[in-house]
């Protein structure tokens, strides 16, 4: 199978190194286009010459064409591709807020596959809400789907407007939990610890919280009340965080990029 991946940032990169290190695409199958030239340790692998600045004839020889730029650059990427893409090749979309619909009309094609990973993909672990035009047979879809699962966990939605809900959730989930972070980080620092000892009680927080939510049933409210003593230390900090309304604040952030998904896709 072949593959052409149109972007090679954060994340097209990233979907590179997962379907090379997973074994489910050879890099030699891989074909790269964007604006700059990588470094040899950014090929990955994926022989020089398969890295070009434009959509070329080569792209009629590829089975899957992933879209990994920016919204804002989808138009300018569509109007080269359309000519290239012949019936049987799937797009696969991973661009925030541009519809199944839009793809569809600016690349001429039919079969297209809308997809919201996230960053965490890099290691393997990522998220990714997708879902489907009717023109996917269910043999695309198990294709496209075990692709996904290289780079991590998959869902798929008929639903197309969960994929805006995913993208303000999962999508830019991961830089809401490294504000938090960075947030905790900032505080511990005003109480006396050095920057790395900071880093450190931070990120072991989070890593063992996650596992230890992991290793068994209780949910976040349990585990909240396992730490909260009764006139303790927690209860003082989660009383402070109610009084500020922080869940409003987070549930507000998330509508604000679930809008924001929305704005893109116009
Ligand atoms: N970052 C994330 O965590 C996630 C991002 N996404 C989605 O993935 C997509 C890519 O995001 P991300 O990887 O962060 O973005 P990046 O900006 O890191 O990568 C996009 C790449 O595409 C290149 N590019 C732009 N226009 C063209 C063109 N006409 N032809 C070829 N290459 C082009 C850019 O070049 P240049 O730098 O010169 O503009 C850049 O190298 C976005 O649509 C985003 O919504 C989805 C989930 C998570
Ligand atoms: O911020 C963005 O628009 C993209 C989509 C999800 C994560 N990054």
Redesign the pocket.
């Known amino acids: 199978m072949k593959i052409a991946i ?7 990169k990233t979907y590179a190194g997962s379907f090379i290190n997973s074994r489910f695409i050879k890099a030699e199958d891989i074909i790269v ?4 030239t990588p470094t040899e340790k950014e090929m990955l692998g994926i022989p020089a010459a398969n890295f070009i ?2 959509v070329n004839d080569s792209f009629s020889e590829t089975d899957i064409v992933i879209l ?4 804002q ?1 989808f138009e ?2 569509s109007e080269k591709l359309k000519s290239k893409l012949t019936d049987g090749q799937i797009v696969l979309s ?3 807020g541009v519809t199944i619909r839009t793809i569809q009309k600016m690349t001429n094609s039919l079969k297209v596959v809308r997809s ?4 965490v993909s890099q290691i393997g672990m990522g998220m990714t809400v997708f879902s489907a035009s009717p023109d996917i047979d269910r043999k695309d879809l198990f294709i496209i789907q075990n692709l996904l699962n290289t780079t991590g966990k998959s869902i798929y939605v008929d639903n197309e407007k969960l994929i805006d809900a995913a ?1 303000a959730v999962s ?1 830019s989930g ?1 830089a809401y939990v490294f504000y938090f972070m960075k947030s905790m980080i900032k505080a511990a620092e005003q109480l006396g610890f050095s920057a790395s000892e900071a880093e450190l009680l931070v990120n072991q927080t989070f890593i063992g919280s996650i596992n230890l939510k992991n290793a068994n049933s209780f949910s976040n409210e349990e585990w909240i009340a396992k730490v909260a003593s009764k006139g303790g230390t927690t209860e003082r900090a989660l009383e402070v965080f109610d009084a500020l309304s922080t869940e409003d604040i987070i549930a507000k952030a998330v509508m604000a990029a679930n809008e924001r998904a929305l704005e893109l896709g116009v």
Do not use: L
């Open positions: 149109i972007g090679y940032g954060n994340m097209g286009v964007d604006r700059f600045s434009e990994a730029v920016k919204p650059d300018a990427v991973i661009m925030a919201m990973p996230n960053i993208t999508g991961p």
